[in-house]
């Protein structure tokens, strides 16, 4: 098996294939066959700077500030791409490959656009604590965004078990009904143990796992257990006094020793979740287009 297969490829092996590791605005820390470690590249220009203005089909005879900008696919950490290695120095993305599965939020700050969070997992990793953001609400919207992952699968993971309390049952059968057999629930502590050997199933050679959930549920941590009980403990004294908090860095789809991967994403504050009554985001409105400032910060 090539590297690049390693990193989840699963199409026909050729040059120039790569997967993102690490984004940087323009620039990209990619895996691929050609070297080993990481290679950084940057994305051609003229390939993703042409933009046209397009007004999706809700909003014919929108005001020009309303009509929505396409452009091509700008990669993201999880992303498969074709580029052109330039050993000598910065290699060159071309294009980003089909995505086999794809999680969007709903940018909560300007109405019609979304941000799409994570791309190519196998399993969608919803995760909530029961104690400190509790919401049945945020998962059912998190499930009604999931509904359109493509070839992934959702699994809601409440964590911090060690820190629940008697008449949290409540809570949870409340989330039970919500969750309506939609997806498996699973209940995890990074702390004990608890729930480990269930998410460790997931954690199969060559299969991606994407972490998304508010800031401070405990994806970092958990990505920490899974990535060795060594790194853990040294983390250990820093992480559970609560002085410091490990958080987020730039390198956000990290190999597990079991051959798995791991997409950490940011904490994420809001997921389009200004009103309860918010519609979901309309297909193929998405522009995957930022606005500086509203990148979502680390941690
Ligand atoms: N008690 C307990 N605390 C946890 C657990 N997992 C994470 N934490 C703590 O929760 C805080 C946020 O964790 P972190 O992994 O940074 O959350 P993230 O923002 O989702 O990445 C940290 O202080 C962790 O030590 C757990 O299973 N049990
Ligand atoms: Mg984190």
């Known amino acids: 098996m090539t590297r690049i297969e390693r990193f989840g490829w699963r199409g026909a092996v050729e040059p120039g294939i790569g997967r993102v590791v690490s984004a940087h605005g323009d620039y990209y820390h990619l895996v691929c066959n050609e070297a080993e470690g ?3 590249a940057r994305k051609k220009k003229s390939a993703f700077g042409r933009m046209k203005t397009v007004a999706p089909d809700d909003m014919k005879g929108a005001k020009k500030s309303e009509l ?3 452009e091509p696919l700008k990669p993201i950490t999880g992303d498969f791409v074709r580029f052109r290695h330039n050993a000598q120095g910065d290699s060159m993305i071309l294009e980003v490959l089909p995505r086999f599965s794809h999680f969007e939020r709903r940018d909560p700050a300007a109405r019609r656009t979304s941000q799409t969070l994570a791309v190519n997992f196998d399993t969608l990793f919803i995760m909530m604590s029961l104690n400190e953001d509790f919401s049945t609400a945020r998962i059912d919207r998190y499930l009604a965004l999931a509904e359109d992952i493509g070839g992934g699968e959702a ?3 409440l964590t911090k078990a060690d820190l629940w309390r008697d008449g949290d049952e409540a809570f949870v059968d409340e989330l039970v009904e919500t969750i309506a057999g939609r997806a498996r629930l699973l209940k995890v502590s990074s702390l004990t143990g608890e729930g480990m050997d269930a998410v460790r199933e997931y954690a199969a050679p060559g ?3 994407a972490f ?3 800031s401070g549920v405990g994806k ?5 257990t899974l990535a060795g009980e060594e790194w853990a403990a040294t983390q250990e004294i820093q992480e559970w006094s609560g002085k410091g908090r490990h958080t987020t860095t730039s390198r956000e789809l990290v190999m597990l020793p079991s051959g798995a ?3 950490d994403t940011p904490g994420v504050r809001e997921i389009g979740m200004v009103g ?3 519609q979901v985001v309309a297909k193929g409105v998405s522009t995957h287009r930022w606005r500086k400032g509203q990148t979502p910060v680390t941690q």
């Not at 970092?220 to 920490?224: A, P, Q």
């Open 276 to 278: 309860e009554t918010d």
């Open 38 to 40: 990481e290679i950084l």
């Open 212 to 214: 998304v959930g508010s």
């Open 68 to 70: 929505q900008a396409s």
């Open 155 to 157: 699994v809601v993971v």
């Open 261 to 263: 991967m791991v997409i």
């Open 207 to 209: 299969k991606t796992l």
């Open 220 to 224: 970092s941590t958990l990505l920490n």
